[in-house]
T-cell receptor, first 115, second 113 residues
Framework: DGGITQSPKYLFRKEGQNVTLSCEQNLNHDAMYWYRQDPGQGLRLIYY???????QKGDIAEGYSVSREKKESFPLTVTSAQKNPTAFYLC??????????????FGPGTRLTVL | GNSVTQMEGPVTLSEEAFLTINCTYTATGYPSLFWYVQYPGEGLQLLLKATKADDKGSNKGFEATYRKETTSFHLEKGSVQVSDSAVYFC????????????FGKGITLSVRP
């Protein structure tokens, strides 16, 4: 079954700790994305990667970091510099190559709660 | 820059009622338009899309037509079911090199039996 997996589904961390969220896809997609969802605000783009070993900041990259060492994996680290990290985090992937017809498909999400 | 505006929610309907969820957009170039649905506690699922003016996207009884003259992509369904209760997001993808999505704020639909 092809798809996008995110783990864990729920994650709890103490304030001041870094935490890494996993995202894996077996769709052979080149492009991958991380979004943050807060109630009533829709989705906001954190980072995206069009190809292995390359990534760009999205609209709200401060306090986050990513890596793209393998095509199928795009982990997101929420650092202690992120002021308000409690949110629902969604990973997506697409075939890539640019253009408006490229369709993004989403994973099930990870809900991060910082205590 | 690009933007997507959705009607204010939440929306509550009785089963078998007609549904319209409004979506308008601002964009340069030739964007594609999407509707995504999010069921409680889950990620987003692509519901339908349209890639050029006058295209109609359809899926599971839902339809939306890409109207360039009114910059709109309203979602409709003739007869909603309880299982359609979810959050609906309108989004656009620009025609640049990065295919970035811009989302509306989403609207919660509740369908009562």
């Amino acid at each position: 079954d092809g798809g996008i997996t995110q783990s864990p589904k729920y994650l709890f961390r103490k304030e001041g700790q870094n935490v890494t969220l996993s995202c894996e896809q077996n769709l052979n997609h080149d492009a991958m994305y991380w979004y943050r969802q807060d109630p009533g605000q829709g989705l906001r783009l954190i980072y995206y990667s069009q190809i292995v070993n390359d990534f760009q900041k999205g609209d709200i990259a401060e306090g986050y970091s990513v890596s793209r060492e393998k095509k199928e994996s795009f982990p997101l680290t929420v650092t202690s510099a992120q002021k308000n990290p409690t949110a629902f985090y969604l990973c997506a992937s697409s075939i890539g190559g640019g253009g408006s017809r490229d369709t993004q498909y989403f994973g099930p999400g990870t809900r991060l709660t910082v205590l | 820059g690009n933007s997507v505006t959705q009607m204010e929610g939440p929306v509550t309907l009785s089963e078998e009622a007609f549904l319209t969820i409004n979506c308008t957009y601002t964009a340069t170039g030739y964007p594609s338009l999407f509707w995504y649905v999010q069921y409680p506690g889950e990620g987003l699922q692509l519901l339908l899309k349209a890639t050029k003016a006058d295209d109609k996207g359809s899926n599971k009884g839902f339809e939306a037509t890409y109207r360039k003259e009114t910059t709109s992509f309203h979602l409709e369904k003739g007869s909603v079911q309880v299982s359609d209760s979810a959050v609906y997001f309108c989004a656009l993808s620009d025609d640049g090199a990065n295919s970035k999505l811009t989302f509306g704020k989403g609207i919660t639909l509740s369908v009562r039996p």
